[in-house]
């Protein structure tokens, strides 16, 4: 029976999970994105962190569903990377949403939505993707993610729109400025990265109705801008992975009741669907 590995990686983390008959082995190395990484740092990165876990045991094929991957490009450079590492084996390369859409749906049709530290959405016919709302990336899009809530968390602080209570409670537990904020996020490698750690502050202070406002508008953006241009969010389950949607999938539960759509799986990471697809 072939060894398979399978990765799941978005910007900040990549899962992975070597699959030999029944057994399997998760692992975790940082996240492989081409938009901010090189084949040769993603070849460092497979070879430092994830061969020496492997212990020799070495697979004969490989699925990498990977953000990024959604260009001919980027798949070359990230299949490129991989099969410097594995040279054996048989490599397939995809878009994380691909990944998603396998995880979320199987084989049935579905709309399958990832909402992490970036976000995206696709309709998935059961066997490919047949239509993708376009991502825009941290910048100009990600709407409902958690770089898009950070940046409005930083953006409530900075502005002084946050209450005196809330104020106190972010310079308590961040204890940083502007200038540090402004460097971070126009200079420094990764600020989607860094805008996504904030959503641990809207985590903390649940309940408070600036916080709820933050969580709510993000992702009514998501919604409007995304699950609304799929004809097919009226008559099929809406589907979402990810920390961020798992994370507040409570206000996801009352969103899609409130604009009469079917809630379907929301999970935290794709993984455990992506094991059961492959085997």
């Known amino acids: 029976m072939a060894i398979k590995l399978i990765a799941d ?4 983390k990549t899962e992975w999970c070597l699959v030999n008959g029944k057994s399997s082995k998760t692992l975790f190395t940082q996240g492989l994105s081409p938009y901010f990484l090189s084949a040769e740092q993603i070849e460092y990165i497979i070879t430092e962190e994830l061969t020496v876990k492997l212990k020799k045991v070495l697979p004969d094929e490989v699925f ?3 953000t ?4 001919a490009e980027n798949v070359k450079l990230v299949k490129k990377a991989v099969q410097k590492v594995f040279t054996q084996a048989e490599v397939h390369v995809d878009h994380d949403l691909m990944g998603a859409a396998k995880a979320l749906c199987g084989n049935e049709k579905g709309i399958a939505c990832i909402l992490g530290t970036g976000s995206n959405s696709c309709y998935y ?3 490919k993707i047949v239509k993708n709302s376009p991502g825009l990336g941290y910048v100009l899009g990600d709407e409902g993610s958690g770089a898009y809530m950070g940046k409005k968390v930083i953006q409530y602080f900075l502005y002084k729109t946050f209450d005196e209570d809330l104020i106190d409670r972010f310079n308590a537990k961040y204890n940083t400025n502007s200038d540090e904020i402004l460097s971070a996020v126009y200079k420094k490698p990764l600020p989607n990265r860094y805008l996504a750690s904030f959503v641990e502050f809207l985590v903390e202070n649940r309940g408070h109705y600036m916080i709820e406002n933050i969580i709510e508008d993000s ?3 998501f919604f409007f801008n995304h699950v609304y241009k799929y004809s ?7 589907n979402f992975t990810g920390s961020v949607a798992f994370g507040f999938k409570d206000v996801l539960k009352d969103m899609c009741s409130s604009y009469e759509l079917t809630l379907g799986k929301v999970i935290k990471k794709p993984m455990d669907g992506l094991v059961k697809f492959h085997r």
Do not use: A, E, L
């Open 9 to 12: 990686s978005g910007s900040t």
């Open 232 to 238: 097919q969010s009226w008559t099929m389950p809406i």
């Open 64 to 66: 990498f569903y990977g």
């Open 219 to 221: 992702f009514n953006d």
């Open 125 to 127: 016919n059961g066997k």
């Open 68 to 71: 990024g991957c959604s260009n």
